[in-house]
C-alpha cells in the first residue's frame, strides 16, 4: 500500500512533551539523513490529529486532515514500515473533552463530546469520539511483538551512576489491596478455537435478549476469554479499604490503567469516586445527576460541577475530613488521586512509589505509607510480591542490580488491551452469553446490573511468533528466561498449551521457567540483586507494567528502553519510552522555558531504526549513521548531557545540541565511507567552534512564560521558534 512519496522512515507527530522535542530534534535527524539519501516523514497521530481526521464533515477543507493513524496500520502490516513511535496521549474523557476546547477556541466547527448520548445522532458522535480515546493507537500500529530491553550504554551509566532509591523498613505499612473475589481474575474462563469463528455477545433476562455485540470474527487457533467484575463486591470491597486504611495511618491510592482500559477501568474508577463521598451520593444523588455529575470523570469534575451548591460543597468537606488521607498527584494544588483518572497510571505510579521505599506523597506535602488498592487480582500479585520483596531485603542496588529484558505477546490487539470493543457495563441482570455462528455457546456468566463484563483474545500467530522471539532472545543472552504464566488462570492455562509444544519440538525445555506473576517476580527480584540477568516473557498488560517497573528500578526512568517491534510481515517499528511525566514537562516549558524531557529514547530508537533500514534497503551508509547514532548516545551519558530538571540549567535543546555534535563528530572520524566522513568533517568542526554561541543562545531564553499556541494542538512557527531558539546551531544544521 506504500505510496510512491512515502519515507524511508516515518517519525510519528504526537502530543506534550515528546512532541515539543520533536520540534528541536527532528530538523537534526532530517539534516544528517539526508547525507545518506534516507527521507524522515512525519504522520500524526497525536491526539487534537485524531480529533480532526475523524470528523472532516464539520470542518472546511483548509482545517480537513488525513487520517494518519489509518494510513500507518496499513503501512506496518507491509516489509517496507520503519516507523519511529513516540508516545501519545491514550487520553481519558477530560483529556479528550479539554482536546475538543482548545480545537473549538481555535476554530474548528466540532460536536461536544455527549457525556449522555441520547439521540441517534448524539450517539454517533459519542461512538466517533470514543473511537479516539483510550488505547486507540497502539493497537493499530503494533502488528508484531514487543522486544524491550535497556540498552547497553544506558544499563553501563546506570550502574556506574546510580541513582537516588528511598529506603525500605521491615516495619512497612505500605501494601496491595485486591478484591478477594468477583473480580475479572477469579471470574475468567478461557477457549481456543478450534476453526475460525463469528460470535455474538448477547444479555439475555426476564424481559428479553439484548445484542451486546456481533460479528466479531476470529481466526481458527484464537484464544478468546470471558469475564466480569461484580459491582457490589467491588463497593465492598473500596469501602472496606477506605476503613482499613484509615485504621492502619497509611494513604488511600487507586493503581488503576484508565487510559489502555478505557472502558472498564474509568468505571472501576467512578465506583472508587463513589465510594469515597458514598455519604453525598447517599443524600444528593438526584442533584448530582441533574448538575450532570458522572463520577468516572473524577472528582476534579465533580468539584467543579457542584462549587455554587453550598450544601453539597459542604457535605464533601465533611465527608472528606472523615476520610483517611489520600495519595496526592500535586499536594499543593490539592489534585488528589481521584481527581482525574488518567492523572494516576498503574505501571508509572506503582513503580514510582516501589523506588521511593513504598512512599506516597500526602496531602500535607509530606511522604507517608500508602494503601495500593489494585481491585483486580490479575496483575496485582505483581505489586504484591515486589513490595513484600523489599521490606524484607531492602532496596535494589542500581550499581550492581542485573536487568530484566521483556519480550511481550501484544501483536494484534492481543488480551485485554484490545477488549475496548467487547467491554459492558450491564444494565440490567441476566445472563451474559458469547454465541459462535454455529449455535455454540462459547462462555457465559451470570451478572448483576451494574456488573463489569469483558471478553478478549489473542490469536495464533502471534501467540506462536511470541514464542519463537523467546527462544531467539534466550538463544541469543543466554539469560535466565521465565515465562509469566498463571496455571489457574484460564487465559493462561490456554497460552501454556501453545508454549509448552513450540519448546519441545524445538528441543528447548530445559531453557525455559513457566511461573505464575507472583512467582515470577520474586525469581526476578532474585535474580537481578545477584548481579544476574533474566528474560521476561510476559503478555501485553504485563508487558507494560513490567517494562516500567523494573527499568524504573534499574535506570530511574522507563524513557531510556531499546522498544524493538518486529513487525510479523518484516518490518519495524521502534518505541521511545513512556510519556507518563510528559503534562508536568510542559508545564514547566510555558512557564519556565525550560524542557527537561530527556529525549534519550529517541536516540537509542534512531540508531536502531537507521541499521534496521540499512539491511532492509542495503543502504551502507544508514548502518554507518547508525552506529555513530550509538556514539553520540554513549557521548551524552558519559558527558552527562541529559537535560537537567531546573530552570536556568541546560536542558532538552541543550541535550539535542550535545547529541548532533557528538554525532557529527563519529561521522566524521569513522573511516567506513569517506564521503561521510567528508561531509561532516566541517559540521562536527562548525558545532565545536560554536559551543559558546550555541549555549548562550539557548540559556537566553529560559526563565521567561512560552507562548505555543496551544496544549494539545500547537501552533508549529510559535513551537519551533520556542524549540530552535539558537540562531548558530540552526545556521549549521540548515
Not at 456481533?214 to 473500596?238: C, Q
Amino acid at each position: 500500500m506504500a505510496e510512491n512519496n512515502t519515507p524511508d522512515i516515518v517519525y510519528t507527530k504526537v502530543d506534550e512533551a515528546p512532541e515539543l522535542a520533536s520540534a528541536s530534534l527532528l530538523p537534526i535527524i532530517r539534516s544528517f539523513a539526508a547525507a545518506a539519501g534516507v527521507s524522515v516523514g512525519t504522520k500524526d497521530i497525536s491526539l487534537a490529529g485524531r480529533i480532526l481526521a475523524t470528523f472532516p464533515e464539520a470542518l472546511t477543507e483548509a482545517q480537513r486532515q488525513s487520517d494518519d493513524l489509518a494510513w500507518l496500520g496499513e503501512w506496518v502490516k507491509t516489509p517496507e514500515a520503519n516507523v519511529i513511535k513516540l508516545p501519545n496521549i491514550s487520553a481519558s474523557v477530560p483529556q479528550l473533552v479539554a482536546a475538543i476546547k482548545e480545537l473549538q477556541g481555535q476554530g474548528y466547527a466540532l460536536p461536544d463530546y455527549p457525556y449522555e448520548a441520547s439521540s441517534d445522532e448524539e450517539k454517533a458522535i459519542q461512538a466517533k469520539y470514543d473511537g479516539i480515546k483510550g488505547s486507540a493507537v497502539n493497537p493499530v500500529l503494533r502488528e508484531g511483538n514487543s522486544d524491550r530491553r535497556a540498552a547497553a550504554a544506558v544499563k553501563k551509566f546506570a550502574q556506574s551512576n546510580p541513582h537516588r532509591m528511598g529506603e525500605w523498613t521491615k516495619d512497612s505499612k505500605t501494601r496491595v489491596a485486591a478484591m478477594d473475589g468477583g473480580d475479572f481474575f477469579s471470574n475468567e474462563v478461557s477457549a481456543t478455537l478450534d476453526k475460525a469463528a463469528t460470535a455474538k455477545i448477547v444479555l439475555e433476562t426476564a424481559s428479553g435478549e439484548t445484542v451486546l455485540k456481533e460479528g466479531v470474527s476470529y481466526p481458527a487457533g484464537t484464544v478468546v476469554d470471558a469475564t466480569y467484575m461484580s459491582a457490589a463486591k467491588l463497593d465492598a470491597f473500596l469501602e472496606d479499604e477506605i476503613a482499613k486504611t484509615k485504621d492502619e495511618g497509611t494513604l488511600f491510592s487507586l493503581h488503576m490503567k484508565a487510559t489502555m482500559m478505557k472502558v472498564s477501568d474509568p468505571i472501576i474508577f467512578g465506583h472508587a469516586v463513589k465510594a469515597w463521598l458514598k455519604p453525598v451520593f447517599d443524600k444528593y444523588g438526584d442533584e448530582l445527576k441533574a448538575l450532570g455529575v458522572n463520577p468516572n470523570s473524577g472528582l476534579g469534575d465533580l468539584l467543579e460541577r457542584v462549587k455554587d451548591n453550598a450544601d453539597i460543597v459542604a457535605a464533601i468537606e465533611e465527608v472528606t475530613a472523615s476520610r483517611p488521607p489520600m495519595y496526592m498527584v500535586n499536594s499543593d494544588k490539592g489534585i488528589t488521586n481521584l481527581h482525574v483518572p488518567s492523572d494516576v497510571i498503574i505501571d508509572a505510579s506503582m513503580p514510582a512509589l516501589i523506588r521511593a521505599g513504598g512512599k506516597g506523597w500526602g496531602p500535607d506535602g509530606k511522604e507517608a505509607d500508602t494503601n495500593c488498592v489494585i481491585p483486580d487480582n490479575s496483575y496485582a500479585p505483581v505489586y504484591d510480591a515486589a513490595i513484600e520483596f523489599f521490606k524484607a531485603n531492602g532496596k535494589l542496588n542500581p550499581a550492581t542490580a542485573g536487568t530484566v529484558q521483556n519480550l511481550g505477546l501484544m501483536a494484534q490487539k492481543a488480551e485485554e488491551y484490545g477488549s475496548h470493543p467487547t467491554t459492558f457495563e450491564m444494565p440490567e441482570a441476566g445472563i451474559v452469553k458469547m454465541i459462535l455462528d454455529d449455535g455454540t455457546v462459547l462462555h457465559s456468566h451470570e451478572v448483576q446490573a451494574g456488573d463489569i463484563w469483558r471478553s478478549a483474545s489473542a490469536r495464533k500467530a502471534p501467540i506462536e511468533d511470541w514464542v519463537n522471539l523467546a527462544i531467539e532472545r534466550q538463544k541469543a543472552t543466554g539469560y535466565r528466561a521465565i515465562f509469566w504464566l498463571d496455571a489457574n488462570r484460564a487465559h493462561d492455562a490456554e497460552l501454556i498449551a501453545y508454549v509448552k509444544p513450540i519448546l519441545e519440538a524445538k528441543g528447548v525445555s530445559d531453557k525455559f521457567e513457566i511461573m505464575a506473576p507472583r512467582e515470577a517476580t520474586i525469581a526476578s527480584l532474585e535474580t537481578i540483586t545477584k548481579g544476574e540477568n533474566t528474560i521476561a516473557i510476559t503478555g501485553n498488560v504485563l508487558r507494560d507494567y513490567l517494562t516500567d517497573l523494573f527499568p524504573i528500578l534499574e535506570l530511574a526512568t522507563s524513557a531510556k528502553m531499546l522498544s524493538i517491534v518486529k513487525l510479523m510481515n518484516g518490518g519495524g517499528l521502534f518505541e521511545t519510552g513512556a510519556g507518563g511525566s510528559a503534562p508536568k514537562h510542559v508545564q514547566q516549558l510555558m512557564e519556565e522555558n525550560h524542557l527537561r524531557w530527556d529525549s534519550l529514547g529517541e536516540f537509542c530508537a534512531l540508531g536502531e531504526s537507521f541499521k534496521f533500514l540499512a539491511d532492509q534497503k542495503d543502504n551502507a551508509k544508514a548502518r554507518v549513521l547508525g552506529d555513530a547514532v550509538e556514539t553520540a548516545t554513549q557521548g551524552i551519558l558519559d558527558h552527562d548531557r541529559s537535560p537537567s530538571r531546573k530552570v536556568g540549567e541546560p536542558d532538552n535543546r541543550d541535550s539535542h545540541y550535545w547529541f548532533a555534535r557528538y554525532w557529527a563528530e563519529a561521522l566524521a572520524a569513522q573511516s567506513d565511507d569517506a564521503e561521510l566522513a567528508a561531509h561532516f568533517a566541517p559540521i562536527a568542526k562548525a558545532l565545536a567552534e560554536g559551543e559558546a554561541a550555541i549555549v548562550a543562545e539557548l540559556a537566553a531564553v529560559q526563565g521567561k512564560p512560552a507562548d505555543l499556541g496551544g496544549y494539545y494542538h500547537g501552533d508549529a512557527e510559535k513551537t519551533a521558534a520556542v524549540m530552535r531558539p539558537s540562531a548558530t546551531l540552526n545556521g549549521i544544521l540548515g
